[in-house]
């Protein structure tokens, strides 16, 4: 009995280090060094640019075009958002942008959810075929479409438009929509369905009460994408509008002028165009990671 | 309270003309207040007959009426019913009090009454304290009870359920079987069960409806399940360990041969001259070929396999053409390759027809 007892205190016991452990130790710690150096480094290379212009838009250009920049702090300065943010020929765009950007995002996800919930939930003759024939529009480049997209925008009144831009940005962006959300609306379990007929509901009672809210996260995290990608489109926005129906980013880009820069005025376009783009894939990455962590759909 | 009729009803999936039917001419009915289960291996149609009868799925042709009435053209929420599913089926975004009181708001229940509802089935089922819990935050007992609760809440005329308790674990499973008996005795409500469990169809039925490939082969109370099975199919899935099934002919002295081998059977009546033959393991007995004085010659096969149970034994005797179980008491009194003979005059013979599988004799 005691050799038993004495034998199981000996196993639980730490076992000395040798020198074989020291080494796995140290080449443990050089990995994760050498790991930690290159997400520094990535994030410098993705960050910088951002940083650069934000510089840029807080300090006068005076401070900065010279040989080497003066980053003296008392020189921070807001002038340049307060005369870009009363500038009627700089709000206009804002208000465009968001106008579309808003507006794209709540027909795509009004259509989007009812069409994805369609293909999730039935079978029916080409439904694999409607889904690939979405996925192939994604894979034309715009560019190739910019032409015949300005023929058309004009000759129904639309060019120069904001419900011409609404209208084109849904054409792109629906099918992406509807491809994220069929994933999403794949992942509830029919039974909860079933069990909500039996409860009463009618088919858009059982989208509205039951799949809606369980696939909120994929939902939110699809409106801000389909927001994003409109709301800082250039290539459309600049080849189907003049004047009237001109968005942010390119306003932003008319700060380069042929003969002159105003690269605090673009900078500070930038921010702001930037600033909400920013805070939504903050908010959708929360959401994302929200859906991941409670397992929502997963009873 | 209700009576539920199934009236030649069919299924078929993917039109008239596609496959074999997953449900073909079921016609019986499920008595008020009764408890019947669905019995059959997986994909025999007993969950698509669930399903026809809630309104989950339509049905291809034929009848279902409940007290009477037509209801395969009513929507499920129409025919007052509740179902509890395998996986439970709660949703995920509302708390356990908003489970069960969904289906009343549905229904425009006055908010009091669903309050008293809702905290008298969560009484009943001892789930009191998880009300404001999320489904996610309950262990597997705890959301099956919550089920449970939102289907008593309803105070439906009739209960279906879909395997319920397949997802627990064995203890837990025997404990939920006993107190869905009680809740059924309690509540009287005609309550349809889906399970391919025997032994549970066993233990809570009035009444058993076994299928198999889409086809009703028997429907009977429980002891004329496993005393009078109808065809050499319901004899194989009901009754543990599994009846021995075997070919047998009639010798010149009118009695069969088992399998081809010297174990010989006495039959009343004249079933014919091949049948297919039933003994159950626990109706037989096993007796030593030495303990009755007679030689090895004499016995009717050798013992393969002992299986102990605790209680009793499941042994194997190899009669030559074909094996044959025995259950006997405790761990046995024979060893592996003893030769033994089969002592079947205390046991209940099947017979079937080899072709059809039709019961012969009763």
């Excluded at chain 1, 439904?127 to 529009?137: F, K």
């Excluded at chain 1, 069990?195 to 059982?206: K, P, V």
């Excluded at chain 2, 405790?330 to 079937?352: E, L, M």
């Amino acid at each position: 009995m005691s050799t038993l007892t004495e034998r199981a205190a000996s196993t639980t016991q730490p076992r000395a280090a040798t020198p074989r452990d020291a080494g796995r130790r140290r080449r443990r710690r050089l990995g994760t060094i050498g790991h930690r150096a290159l997400v520094a480094l990535l994030l410098v290379y993705l960050l910088a640019p951002f940083v650069w212009m934000l510089v840029y838009s807080l300090y006068p250009s005076s401070a900065l075009q010279q040989a080497s920049p003066d980053l003296n702090p008392g020189l921070l300065t807001g002038a340049s958002y307060a005369r870009l943010l009363s500038d009627s020929s700089f709000l206009v765009p804002m208000v465009n942008s968001a106008i579309v950007g808003i507006s794209t995002t709540i027909v795509c996800m009004v259509l989007g959810s009812a069409c994805a919930y369609a293909f999730a939930r039935y079978r029916f003759r080409g439904r694999n075929a409607l889904l690939l024939g979405m996925l192939t529009v994604q894979a034309i480049p715009v560019i190739v479409l910019a032409v015949p997209l300005f023929i058309l925008l004009r000759a129904f009144g639309l060019y120069d438009r904001l419900p011409g831009l609404i209208v084109t940005y849904t054409a792109f962006i629906l099918p992406l929509v509807i491809w994220m959300l069929v994933g999403f609306f794949d992942e509830i379990p029919p039974s909860l369905e079933r069990a909500a007929r039996i409860d009463g509901c009618n088919r858009l009672q059982i989208m509205i009460k039951i799949a809606f809210p369980l696939a909120a996260p994929g939902l939110a995290a699809t409106a801000i994408l389909a927001f994003i990608t409109s709301w800082s489109d250039f290539f459309l926005a600049k080849v189907l509008t003049s004047t009237a129906a001109t968005t942010l980013p390119v306003k932003t880009a008319a700060f380069q002028g042929l003969f002159a820069m105003d690269y605090t005025s673009a900078a500070t376009a930038g921010v702001i165009t930037a600033v909400p783009v920013l805070l939504l894939a903050l908010l959708a990455q929360k959401w994302i990671i929200r859906g991941l962590v409670e397992g929502a759909v997963k009873g | 309270m209700a009576e539920i009729e199934l009236v030649h009803v069919q299924k078929t999936y993917g039109g008239h003309k596609g496959g074999a039917p997953a449900v073909q001419d079921l016609s019986y009915t499920i008595g008020d207040g009764q408890f019947v289960s669905l019995l059959g291996p997986s994909g025999c149609g007993k969950s698509t007959t669930l399903n026809m009868i809630a309104g989950l799925e339509d049905i291809t042709s034929g009848e279902i009426l409940i007290d009477g009435q037509r209801v395969d053209d009513l929507d499920a929420d129409k025919r007052d019913l509740a179902f509890v599913f395998q996986d439970y089926a709660l949703y995920p975004h509302m708390n356990v009090y908003d489970n069960i009181a969904f289906g009343l708001r549905m229904r425009k229940v006055a908010k009091a009454e669903v309050d008293q509802r809702v905290h008298d089935a969560t009484r009943r089922l001892d789930i009191e304290h998880v009300l404001r819990d999320k489904p996610r935050r309950l262990s597997g007992g705890q959301r099956q009870r919550v089920a449970l609760a939102r289907a008593i809440a309803r105070r439906p005329a009739v209960f279906l359920f879909d395997e319920p308790l397949s997802n627990l674990d064995a203890l837990l499973r025997d404990q939920t079987r006993s107190e869905l008996k009680l809740l059924h005795a309690e509540l009287g409500a005609t309550s349809v069960y889906v399970t391919h469990d025997q032994e549970e169809a066993m233990t809570l039925s009035d009444r058993i409806v076994v299928m198999s490939r889409g086809k009703l082969e028997q429907y009977g109370t429980p002891y004329e399940i496993y005393h009078q099975p109808a065809t050499e199919f319901v004899a194989s899935f009901v009754g543990k360990p599994r009846m021995n099934l075997l070919p047998a002919h009639r010798e010149g002295d009118g009695r069969y041969a088992v399998a081809g081998s010297t174990l010989r059977v006495a039959l009343a009546g004249s079933p014919g001259g091949e049948v297919r033959l039933g003994l159950r393991p626990e109706e037989c007995g096993l007796v030593g070929a030495a303990a009755v004085g007679g030689a090895a010659r004499d016995a009717h096969g050798t013992v393969r396999v002992i299986e102990p149970l605790g209680n009793a034994s499941d042994v194997t005797v190899d009669l030559g053409p074909a094996l044959f179980t025995v259950r006997v008491p405790g761990f046995g009194t024979v060893h592996v390759g003893d030769p033994v003979q089969i002592d079947t005059s205390a046991a209940r013979v099947h017979t079937f027809d080899p072709v059809t599988g039709r019961r012969l004799i009763d």
